[in-house]
């Protein structure tokens, strides 16, 4: 079941905020998240276990909320460089035998 | 440490035809997944090969085929291509199944006419 996120599109000024959601309609193990820049590969973030822990990478950091099904992407202060399309994977299970699916990304655009 | 690597970079081919792409993984890792990236539908997951064996399968047609050698490197193949096969064929590879962080290489673009 592919992940819903939230929202679509954000237009950001430097130095502002924002918050991405990715909400499943099933039980989560794990959370994954990655960015593609324009014409390039998707990038790793970060990986979110099932247990609600809250991850930080620079000023990019995310929740997981096992109870409410989804995670949330927070951008502080942001660059020009977090310009790209923020995908969400998730797993339901830890067996290891389901596959990451993928949202269909928020496109995230840093203005000056 | 050389990244993942997929060839050919892009790919031009008559809807009927079949076409293999082709994904080397980061030494080491034996994991590796294919996804199909089109415009407004994010990551679609393919499949994922673990040591040599298919592990999970996207909701694909069986004309969507893959296989994973005993060097980790890994091909897929699609037949009877159709005009909506058009996409960037992303491989991804990581040192354990997909719970682990992947890195993916650049894509194959692959244009159907």
């Known amino acids: 079941q592919q992940p819903v996120q939230s929202p679509q599109a954000v237009i950001l000024r430097e130095g502002e905020d924002a918050v991405i959601n990715c909400s499943s309609s099933k039980a989560l193990y794990s959370v994954h998240w990655y960015r593609q820049k324009h014409g390039e590969a998707p990038v790793f973030l970060m990986i979110l276990l099932k247990g609600g822990e809250q991850k930080g990478h620079d000023k990019i950091s995310a929740s997981f909320n096992e109870k409410k099904q989804q995670s949330s992407l927070y951008l502080t202060a942001s660059q020009l460089s977090y310009s790209g399309t923020y995908f969400c994977g998730t797993e339901n299970s830890a067996a290891g035998n389901t596959p990451l699916v993928f949202g269909k990304g928020t496109r995230l655009s840093v203005i000056a | 440490k050389a990244g993942v690597t997929q060839t050919p970079r892009y790919l031009i081919k008559t809807r009927g035809q079949q076409v293999t792409l082709s994904c080397s993984p980061i030494s080491g890792h034996r994991s590796v997944s294919w996804y199909q990236q089109t415009p407004g539908q994010g990551l679609q997951f393919l499949f994922e090969y673990f040591s040599e064996t298919q592990r999970n399968k996207g909701n694909f047609p069986g004309r969507f085929s893959g296989r994973q050698f005993s060097n980790s490197r890994s091909e897929m193949n699609v037949s009877t291509l159709e005009l909506g096969d058009s996409a960037l064929y992303l491989c991804?590879?990581?040192?354990?199944?997909?719970?682990?962080?992947?890195?993916f290489g650049p894509g194959t673009r692959l244009t159907v006419t």
């Open positions: 991804a590879s990581s040192s354990g199944p997909t719970s682990f962080e992947q890195y």
